[in-house]
């Protein structure tokens, strides 16, 4: 059975909770990615941002280009072990009804993302279906948009 760490994104760009809304803005555009993890100074997640949360969760409210990240980041975030399986990963998304999960090693630190995307790229066409599905379902309403 395939796990998590064969469809990850290892040593994924990550920030602290005090870097500006605008690094970590530079930080996507040079990495091209819409997320990055937020972690604490022994390198566990707090938190992710992404680049809704600095539309929608800073521009639109007119924050300032200074203001950190852990003001908008989502710090409800999923987490997952390196060594789960890909199934169980993204039974962990549909319920939560994310598209990126962070990934932990065994002292609970940063290892790497995997996304949507790596599931589409990587695993069965039905359980990728079935992923974009249930993720994609509508919910209350969350965040501005």
């Known amino acids: 059975m395939m796990q998590v760490q064969d469809i990850m994104t290892s040593n994924p760009t990550c920030c602290g909770p005090d870097t500006s809304i605008q690094e970590a803005a530079t930080l996507m555009a040079e990495k091209s990615v819409g997320s990055i993890p937020v972690l604490n100074d022994a390198g566990e997640p707090v938190g992710i941002v992404t ?35 890909v199934e169980s990963c993204c039974n962990k998304m549909e319920e939560k009804q994310v598209r990126r999960s962070v990934v932990t090693d065994e002292s609970g630190k940063c290892c790497g993302v995997v996304a949507q995307a790596d599931v589409a790229r990587e695993a069965s066409g039905a359980e990728t279906a079935e992923l974009v599905e249930e993720v994609s379902q509508p919910k209350e309403k969350s965040g501005c948009c």
């Open 51 to 85: 680049d809704r949360d600095i539309c929608c969760g800073a521009v639109a409210q007119g924050k300032t280009v200074e203001t950190p990240v852990s003001e908008i980041m989502s710090n409800d975030l999923l987490t997952v072990s390196a060594d789960d399986d």
